[in-house]
């Protein structure tokens, strides 16, 4: 059988388990391996279960025929139920009718069924009314309410788009300035709109139908009793007590810059220079990745649930909680690269003529971004449906070594996400594999590969291929090596070794410099400057007489050079 007719990750996997993993290890979102049960009827209702819960998130593949814990070979059992008949049975128990393929595959002389199951247009159930959606690696039942939430965002229904119970005269003043004054920002048509008349201003938005505020109205420019948009706390420690918050029935609008400047109002950012002489002011939360999971709270939350959006502040952690989960089909494993789907597609329309935010999927990728250029973890998403999503940005001083280097990457390379998490990968170890990358990164293997390669261009200089073997391998260039030294999370045995034999070379003759450091250790005249310039800084160095710029500063022993 073609092996077009299914996803290459069904293949690779089939792989890696005759060569001696399990198969569920390899379990995802989108594949799934079972074994024939006891009769064939109750084969079929275990297919038939796992079809629904994929087709109720963006689908799948179902392997039938392989052992969940078995390793190696032994794990292909193989099947003899009929295709003819998984189909037909998935598609008499489902509501509405899951057509699905089932298509026949041989592998170690063993016959396996992939049944491949596409996102269905509705939620997806049994005859009997039970639904479920993939979450990981599990399916989880839903309730009724729960998969009718799903159903109304599978089908596009936009809540902020229906009419409110509230006319013109409910606007806020102090909401319709901000408005006024987003707009006047822009050198666009929208710089006129700032000044027309608010009826005017608010058709031209779509924030009137039949003459009635719009439910996007409503949420950005409304305060109602009882309704409090955002609750702010602020906290000394994550888990301390709460010494500042902010808990107001404002509009949306009002109750986002409210807490945009608690959050700001953070000790004052820390100055960098840069080569250049460029002056480079670093956050604790970096400002852009902030703006962006707040608004992606507001914008994309479920308002069908009457939970505010709850931000928790404290040094080293900032989290936003919005009530309500991802859209059908967005997860925490596709999130950066997964077809835009707003929840309140006028909401958020709106809010990007006003410049709050852009489309969710960008947004994340900006969040991603400006955390890994300041050396931070990416941020962790998670997706508790039905209840909520999560998003955790980690704070605590940013790490200058990772910003200086980012600063001297192109500036197209320092804007793409794919760019900063492979260098967050090969700051935690030192080589990486397409496949070890391609879940970070959320792209398929031979799309990873093509990101690896351009990265590999002699003006980017940032990673090189490690050796000549398969699987290719990536590395830091040495450049990069030497630059980002201090945030590497593992030290290789032959740096360890020179910084040893530099110490014993002083200790013999009282001094060296950075001819010598090069002529003795074969390094290069950036690599013997790095070498002496962390010692330095260390304290087991220091330079020798007054010169202090120049090939021949000389350095001995510092106020920490070992003794004995």
């Known amino acids: 059988m073609s092996s077009h007719l299914f996803s290459p990750d069904v293949l690779d996997a089939l792989k890696a388990i005759s060569a001696g993993a399990t198969a569920r290890e390899l379990e995802s979102e989108t594949l799934d391996f079972k074994q024939d049960a006891a009769t064939s009827g109750e084969t079929l209702r275990i297919l038939v279960d796992a079809a629904i819960c994929f087709a109720n998130l963006r689908g799948g593949t179902i392997v039938l025929g392989v052992a969940d814990d078995v390793p190696g070979p032994d794990a292909i059992v193989g099947t003899d139920l009929a295709v003819d008949e998984i189909r037909r049975r998935i598609y008499d128990l489902t509501q509405p009718r899951l057509t699905v393929s089932a298509i026949e595959h041989e592998h170690h002389g063993r016959r396996l069924v992939l049944v491949n199951v596409t996102e269905g247009m509705e939620m997806v159930s049994d005859t009997k009314g039970r639904s479920s959606r993939r979450a990981g690696t599990q399916c989880l039942p839903l309730s009724i309410s729960q998969a009718a939430t799903f159903n109304d965002d599978r089908r596009r229904f936009d809540w902020s788009a229906e009419s409110s119970d509230l006319d013109l005269a409910a606007v806020d003043p102090a909401a319709l300035d901000d408005v006024r004054s987003r707009l006047r920002k822009f ?50 420690t994550a888990g301390g007590e709460v010494r500042a918050q902010y808990r107001e029935e404002a509009p949306g609008l009002i109750a986002y810059r409210a807490v945009l400047e608690r959050i700001q109002d953070t000790p004052p950012p820390t100055p960098i220079i840069l080569r250049d002489g460029q002056q480079l002011e670093l956050h604790d939360f970096p400002l852009v990745a902030v703006r962006e999971a707040l608004s992606n709270a507001l914008l994309h939350r479920d308002y069908r649930q009457p939970e505010s959006i709850h931000v928790d502040h404290s040094p080293h952690v900032l989290s936003f909680v919005s009530p309500g989960p991802l859209v059908v089909g967005v997860t925490p494993t596709n999130i950066l690269h997964a077809p835009s789907k707003p929840r309140n597609a006028l909401l958020a329309k709106v809010a990007r003529q006003l410049g709050l935010a852009e489309e969710l999927s960008r947004g994340v990728d900006r969040m991603y971004r400006e955390m890994l250029k300041l050396g931070k973890r990416p941020p962790e998403i998670t997706d508790e449906a039905p209840f909520s999503v999560r998003v955790d940005l980690t704070g605590g001083a940013p790490n200058q070594t990772v910003a200086r280097f980012v600063a001297t990457l192109p500036r197209e390379v320092q804007d793409d996400v794919d760019t900063m998490l492979v260098l967050f990968a090969l700051m ?137």
């Open 187 to 236: 050198e666009d048509e929208r710089r006129r709109l700032a000044d027309a008349p608010t009826r005017d201003l608010l058709e031209d938005l779509g924030l009137i139908r039949d003459g009635r505020l719009t439910r996007a109205a409503e949420v950005l420019l409304c305060s109602r009793p009882g309704v409090v948009p955002v609750v702010y706390v602020h906290r000394l």
């Open 428 to 564: 935690d170890r030192q080589h990486v594999t397409a496949r070890d990358l391609a879940p970070i990164l959320q792209r398929g293997h031979a799309a990873t590969e093509t990101v690896l390669e351009r990265l590999t261009d002699p003006a980017i200089d940032m990673i090189v291929p490690a050796g000549r073997g398969r699987p290719a391998r990536w590395q830091l260039s040495p450049r990069a090596v030497v630059e980002l030294r201090p945030a590497l999370s593992y030290r290789t045995v032959a740096a360890d070794e020179i910084e040893r034999k530099i110490v014993a070379f002083v200790r013999k003759n009282g001094r060296i410099d950075n001819k010598t450091l090069q002529i003795f250790f074969d390094l290069d005249v950036n690599g013997a400057a790095y070498r002496l310039r962390t010692l330095v800084q260390a304290g087991v160095l220091e330079k020798l007489g007054q010169q202090r710029r120049g090939p021949g500063i000389e350095y001995g022993p510092g106020p920490r050079f070992p003794r004995t």
